[in-house]
């Protein structure tokens, strides 16, 4: 089955400690996306790459890093520059060109300050 | 003045009854429109899009885009408690790439 798998489900982090959120796809889709969701909110995009490496700030990417080594996989990197880091984190991909092209998501990640 | 509008609900709805979900975007360059299904704790799940005037019908639901008012929305006839989520407007700018700017959802409860 074609999709999109985000891991872990759950993720803690302490302060001043940096996690690494996975995405991987086998849809065979140029790009990919970084969304972060607060409760009660819409989407909000951190970072997206059109193709392999290369990448593009979205309009929150302070204290975020990612990165595009292959094009199944677009990890993305919550680093200790950022302050309110709990929220749901969603991971898409779509088709790079078309208007009619969707993007799909994965099931996403929780993460939490402990 | 956000680039994507929607109200925030809830949308209380009765089951059997039409719901319509409107949505207002910003800019005029926009070029394709699309509606997400999101229940609670999950993540969103494409209803249909479109990026023509008029109208477009996908089994219970109905997207309507008028661009020179720029609105796009969304009915759901003979809604059922299973529709009770939260729908996301997203909106893609410029012929390059498939980024979308998404409105904040607006809650639909559909009452048995």
């Given at each position: 089955?074609g999709?999109?798998?985000?891991?872990?489900?759950?993720?803690?982090?302490?302060?001043?400690?940096?996690?690494?959120?996975?995405?991987?796809?086998?849809?065979?889709?140029?790009?990919?996306?970084?969304?972060?969701?607060?409760?009660?909110?819409?989407?909000?995009?951190?970072?997206?790459?059109?193709?392999?490496?290369?990448?593009?700030?979205?309009?929150?990417?302070?204290?975020?890093?990612v990165?595009?080594?292959?094009?199944?996989?677009?990890?993305?990197t919550?680093?200790?520059?950022?302050?309110?880091?709990?929220?749901?984190y969603?991971c898409?991909?779509?088709?790079?060109?078309?208007?009619?092209?969707?993007?799909?998501?994965?099931?996403g990640?929780?993460?939490?300050?402990? | 003045?956000?680039?994507?509008?929607?109200?925030?609900?809830?949308?209380?709805v009765?089951?059997?009854?039409?719901?319509?979900?409107?949505?207002?975007?910003?800019?005029r360059?926009?070029q394709?429109f699309?509606?997400?299904?999101?229940?609670?704790?999950?993540?969103?799940e494409?209803?249909?899009?479109?990026?023509?005037?008029?109208?477009?019908?996908?089994?219970?639901?109905?997207?309507?885009l008028?661009?020179?008012?720029?609105?796009?929305?969304?009915?759901i006839?003979?809604?059922?408690?299973?529709?009770?989520?939260?729908?996301?407007?997203?909106?893609r700018?410029?012929?390059?790439?498939?980024?979308?700017?998404?409105?904040?959802?607006?809650?639909?409860?559909?009452?048995?």
């Open positions: 089955d999709g999109i798998t985000q891991s872990p489900k759950y993720l803690f982090r302490k302060e001043g400690q940096n996690v690494t959120l996975s995405c991987e796809q086998n849809l065979n889709h140029d790009a990919m996306y970084w969304y972060r969701q607060d409760p009660g909110q819409g989407l909000r995009l951190i970072y997206y790459s059109q193709i392999v490496n290369d990448f593009q700030k979205g309009d929150i990417a302070e204290g975020y890093s990165s595009r080594e292959k094009k199944e996989s677009f990890p993305l919550v680093t200790s520059a950022q302050k309110n880091p709990t929220a749901f969603l898409a991909s779509s088709s790079r060109t078309g208007r009619d092209q969707p993007q799909h998501f994965g099931d990640t929780r993460l939490s300050i402990l | 003045q956000k680039e994507v509008e929607q109200n925030s609900g809830p949308l209380s009765p089951e059997g009854a039409i719901a319509s979900l409107n949505c207002t975007y910003s800019d360059g926009s394709s699309f509606w997400y299904r999101q229940y609670s704790g999950k993540s969103p494409l209803i249909m899009f479109i990026y023509s005037n008029g109208d477009k019908e996908d089994g219970r639901f109905t997207a309507q008028n661009k020179a008012s720029q609105y796009v929305s969304l009915l006839r003979d809604s059922q408690p299973s529709d009770s989520a939260t729908y996301l407007c997203a909106v700018v410029g012929a390059a790439g498939n980024k979308l700017t998404f409105g904040g959802g607006t809650r639909v409860l559909v009452k048995p």
